[in-house]
C-alpha cells in the first residue's frame, strides 16, 4: 500500500482513538458521580448504564483504534526504512506515545475498578485526568508538524507545554472550584 494511504489511516484512527479517550473519561467522571449518591435504586441503575456504556466505548471504538493506530504507525515506519526513528521529533512522538499507553492502561483499570463500583479519585480529579489526554495530543501534534522547529526550540516547546497543562489545570479547577475535590 501507498504511504499516503496508511498515513490517512493513521491519522483517521488517531482521530477514532482520542475520541473514545476523551469520552470514556466523561463516562468515568459521571460514573464516579452516580457511586457517590446515597440514592436508590437509581445509584444502581446508573452504575449498571454506565458500566455497559464504558464497556461498550472502549471495547467497540477506543481498542480497536488505538490497534489500528499503533499497526498503521509501524507499517509506515517500515515503509520508510525506519528512516524516522533517527530523527528528534520521532523520538518526542514515541515518547508520548509510550505516556499514551500507560494513560490508556489507567482508563483500562478505571473501568475494571469502577465496574467493581471502586472509586479512588473524585470527580474534578478525573476531569483534570482527561486533560492528560488533550496535553499527549499537543505534544504528539507539535512534534510531527514542527518536526525540526520544535527539536531546535525544545526549550521553547518543553516550556509552552508546560504552561499549557499548568493553564488547562487552572481552568479546570476553577470551573470545579465549588464541587467537593
Known amino acids: 500500500?501507498?504511504?499516503?494511504?496508511?498515513?490517512?489511516?493513521?491519522?483517521?484512527?488517531?482521530?477514532?482513538?482520542?475520541?473514545?479517550?476523551f469520552y470514556i473519561v466523561r463516562l468515568f467522571i459521571y460514573h464516579t458521580e452516580a457511586l457517590t449518591q446515597d440514592e436508590e435504586p437509581k445509584k444502581s441503575i446508573l452504575h449498571k448504564q454506565y458500566t455497559y456504556m464504558e464497556e461498550r466505548l472502549w471495547n467497540i471504538i477506543t481498542v480497536p483504534a488505538f490497534i489500528i493506530m499503533i499497526i498503521s504507525g509501524v507499517y509506515m515506519l517500515y515503509l520508510v526504512n525506519w528512516g524516522f526513528l533517527q530523527q528528534g521529533w520521532m523520538h518526542i512522538k514515541l515518547f508520548f506515545v509510550l505516556i499514551l499507553c500507560a494513560y490508556h492502561y489507567w482508563c483500562w483499570?478505571?473501568?475494571?475498578?469502577l465496574q467493581k463500583g471502586k472509586t479512588k479519585l473524585s470527580s474534578?480529579?478525573?476531569?483534570?485526568?482527561n486533560e492528560v489526554a488533550t496535553l499527549i495530543l499537543f505534544a504528539v501534534v507539535f512534534a510531527v508538524v514542527l518536526k525540526s522547529i520544535f527539536i531546535q526550540n525544545w526549550y521553547w516547546a518543553l516550556?509552552?507545554?508546560v504552561g499549557m497543562g499548568m493553564l488547562i489545570m487552572l481552568i479546570v479547577k476553577l470551573v470545579n472550584r465549588n464541587k467537593k475535590c
Open 124 to 129: 474534578v480529579q478525573l476531569r483534570m485526568m
Open 109 to 113: 483499570r478505571m473501568i475494571k475498578d
Open 159 to 161: 516550556i509552552s507545554f
Open 1 to 21: 500500500m501507498d504511504y499516503f494511504v496508511i498515513k490517512a489511516i493513521h491519522i483517521i484512527f488517531v482521530v477514532s482513538y482520542f475520541a473514545g479517550l
